[in-house]
C-alpha cells in the first residue's frame, strides 16, 4: 500500500474486495454499520476480529464511507456526549457538542437564528490526523469547538 496516495484516488473494487478481510466479513454490514455510527476503527478491529485498523480505513476509503460518516454528524455529537462521563473530554467541547447537537437536524444541517454553520464543513476541514485524533481519543481540535462556540453565541460559560 502505498501511503502517499491521495484519499480521493480511484478505487479498483474488484481488486480491493479480493484483499479485504471486511468484505469477506460475514458482519461486513455491521462493520460498515460501526464506521458510519462514528465507531473508533480500533475498537471495529477487536471487536469483529480484523487483523487492524488499517484495514478497516482501507475498506471504507473504497465504499465511500467516510463522506456517509462525515454527514452522521448527529452519531459523531452522541458520541461526544456519551464519552464525557468516561474519558477526558474537555468541559468546553462537551458544552459545545451538547448545544450543537441540539441544534442540527436529521441532514446535519446547523440551524441558527442569526447564523447558520454546517458542522459538515468542520468535519470537512479536520486533516485526516485530526479525524485520527478524535476517533481515539474524542478530542476535536481547538479551532472546530471555537467556532462552534462562536455561532453558539456562548463562551463556553454558561
Ligand atoms: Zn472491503
Redesign the pocket.
Known amino acids: 500500500m502505498n501511503k502517499l496516495q491521495p484519499t480521493n484516488a480511484p478505487v479498483n473494487l474488484g481488486r480491493?474486495?479480493r484483499?479485504?478481510?471486511?468484505?469477506?466479513?460475514a458482519q461486513?454490514e455491521d462493520i460498515d454499520a460501526a464506521f458510519i455510527a462514528w465507531r473508533s476503527p480500533a475498537a471495529i478491529a477487536e471487536e469483529f476480529g480484523l487483523s487492524d485498523r488499517a484495514?478497516v480505513y482501507?475498506?471504507?476509503h473504497?465504499?465511500g464511507l467516510f463522506p456517509k460518516r462525515q454527514r452522521n454528524v448527529r452519531a459523531a455529537l452522541e458520541k461526544i456526549i456519551e464519552k464525557a462521563g468516561e474519558v477526558d473530554v474537555t468541559a468546553a467541547a462537551v458544552v459545545a457538542a451538547v448545544q450543537a447537537y441540539s441544534k442540527i437536524n436529521a441532514a446535519g444541517q446547523w440551524i441558527e437564528r442569526t447564523e447558520q454553520v454546517s458542522l459538515n464543513d468542520l468535519f470537512d476541514r479536520m486533516s485526516t490526523q485530526e479525524l485520527e485524533e478524535y476517533a481515539q481519543s474524542w478530542k476535536l481540535p481547538r479551532w472546530f469547538t471555537a467556532i462552534a462556540q462562536s455561532a453558539t453565541g456562548n463562551d463556553g460559560q454558561e
Open positions: 480491493h474486495r484483499a479485504c478481510s471486511i468484505c469477506a466479513h461486513c484495514s482501507r475498506h471504507a473504497a465504499f
